[in-house]
């Protein structure tokens, strides 16, 4: 077995998530202590936003009318895709029973925050992504917060999210916005989950919120992984790991490969391609690029899955022969996409499947944003008299082989009753 590193990526410096921490725990300090003032304060000081928190009705109407009606028609097709296959997944959530004993059911949270980034890029798709899940899960109240720019949120993103069908808005972003959503501020009820991706300091706030609110994955900067043998395009391959790249200079991507003259011609391509994109997006994704890809050759595509589980991407892409069992033989991913018609891009605008994925390597436990995340499967029970009694009599023995007296009676009140 042979596993061979082209290119390797540097470390990551600790001392910057310690920074964060720190000015994140500051920041939920202050929220918590002086409520709407300070989240005013945080909106004006880094934001720069002085306007309105609550996005009006008319104000929300208005952002509306302003988007063009191509934009509009684009963002439906997205919705559509998005709603449909969560409502498929919404249909595998069932209630059941067990011989008139015991059963579950499925209960909606109560409240959801989504949280769309708005800060390099306007994610319009996170938007669908997390307002329609928490609907079609059955979510009754739902507040979305994005980054104002100087006239506020961007037009497409609140049409997105009225489409889809917030029923807050907030003008905020950052851990401001997150800490709103949690405390229940500006007319908000406090948030049983927040949800949606964001940058390090919104990934933060989530991880120190959690418990007190339920969150949706602790994320880390988006990652990709291709995996290609010698039937790939250097160009199609080198074009979707500098896609990915451009997410962030700390965004890593991977190629995976059984080929050398393949991985050649893509390690060849990557930095020129990445410096053909307009800026910020080319430093962005050149930096990603020289910083934190890595091009792994494999003698075998058994190696190739291997490698592939260890890491447990978010977005895998599979440009290779034999798609049917690649797709049965890895295991650990976040979204997966196969054959070279596909493209993670699909997957995180408008195919359907949800992209709050997880990434770091939570793959290897965890899938990404669903209905479920929305839903908790709660259990119940009822006793016939006769149940109770066969009951009663083991649940009494268990009890007390425990040291557990008070169980036993309890139990065992029901034996007189019967």
């Not at 229940?184 to 989950?193: E, K, Q, T, V």
Request: glycine share 8%.
């Amino acid at each position: 077995m042979t596993v061979t590193y082209l290119k390797q990526a540097d470390p990551r410096p600790a001392a910057e998530n310690n920074d964060i921490r720190d000015i994140v725990r500051i920041m939920l300090a202050n929220i918590e202590r002086d409520g709407e003032q300070a989240v005013r304060r945080y909106a004006e000081q880094l934001d720069g936003w002085r306007g309105d928190i609550v996005l009006s009705d008319a104000s929300r109407a208005a952002a509306c009318a302003r988007v063009p009606d191509e934009m509009k028609a684009d963002i439906r097709f997205a919705h559509g895709n998005i709603r449909r296959f969560a409502e498929a997944q919404m249909e595998t959530v069932r209630e059941c029973e067990v011989e008139v004993i015991a059963g579950q059911k499925q209960i909606p949270v109560s409240s959801a925050g989504c949280y769309v980034p708005g800060g390099r890029y306007s994610h319009i798709a996170s938007a669908l992504m997390t307002i329609t899940t928490a609907k079609v899960a059955g979510v009754p109240h739902i507040t979305a917060v994005s980054p104002p720019r100087a006239e506020g949120i961007p037009d497409a993103i609140v049409y997105a999210m009225d489409l889809s069908g917030a029923d807050l808005i907030l003008n905020l972003g950052g851990v401001q916005g997150v800490a709103a959503m949690a405390q229940g501020l500006f007319g908000a009820r406090p948030a049983d989950i927040l949800v949606g991706p964001g940058n390090s300091y919104v990934a933060e706030a989530k991880r120190m919120l959690f418990c007190a609110v339920g969150i949706d994955m602790f994320a880390g900067p988006t990652d990709s992984m291709v995996i290609a043998d010698h039937s790939a395009c250097a160009e199609t391959v080198a074009w979707d790991l500098v896609s990915q790249a451009e997410h962030g200079a700390d965004s890593p991507v991977w190629l995976v490969s059984t080929d050398r003259r393949l991985a050649d011609g893509v390690m060849l391509r990557a930095r020129e391609l990445a410096g053909s994109l307009p800026e910020p997006n080319a430093t962005a994704a050149r930096t990603a690029w020289e910083d934190r890809a890595e091009v792994i050759l494999c003698d075998t595509r058994e190696e190739a899955a291997s490698v592939a589980d260890s890491y447990a991407p978010e977005h895998l892409q599979v440009q290779a022969e034999d798609l049917d069992w690649w797709m049965g033989r890895l295991t650990a991913y976040g979204s997966l996409f196969l054959g070279q018609e596909t493209t993670v891009p699909f997957g995180d605008k408008s195919s359907g499947p949800n992209h709050v994925l997880p990434t770091s390597g939570a793959a290897r436990y965890t899938g990404g944003l669903s209905v479920h995340k929305f839903t908790k499967t709660v259990t119940w029970q009822r006793c016939t008299a006769e149940a109770a009694h066969e009951l009663a009599r083991r649940t009494a023995r268990i009890s007390r082989s425990e040291g557990m007296e008070g169980h036993a009676r309890a139990a065992e009140l029901r034996l007189k009753r019967g």
